[in-house]
């Protein structure tokens, strides 16, 4: 097993999990280790998930210089 690739999942996830707790999405409780995640609608959470996506793709062309000769 390659234990840098699990360790990066692991720093992935938790990154995650802190994202929905400052996004409001989710409760983190330190002292039992517990993230409990609230209901969402998650018809918002795509249709505004696109927005950011192609936004940041858009900056990372601009960034890179992506479409221009």
């Known amino acids: 097993m390659n234990w840098n690739l699990a360790r990066g999942l692991i720093y992935l996830l938790c990154l995650g999990a802190s994202a929905l707790a400052m996004a409001g999405i989710a409760d983190f409780d330190p002292?039992?280790?517990?993230?409990?995640?609230?209901?969402?609608?998650?018809?918002?959470?795509v249709g505004t998930g696109g927005g950011v996506v192609s936004s940041g793709l858009a900056m990372l062309a601009l960034l890179r210089g992506w479409g221009r000769r």
């Open 31 to 45: 002292k039992t280790g517990v993230l409990d995640v609230h209901a969402f609608n998650i018809y918002a959470l």
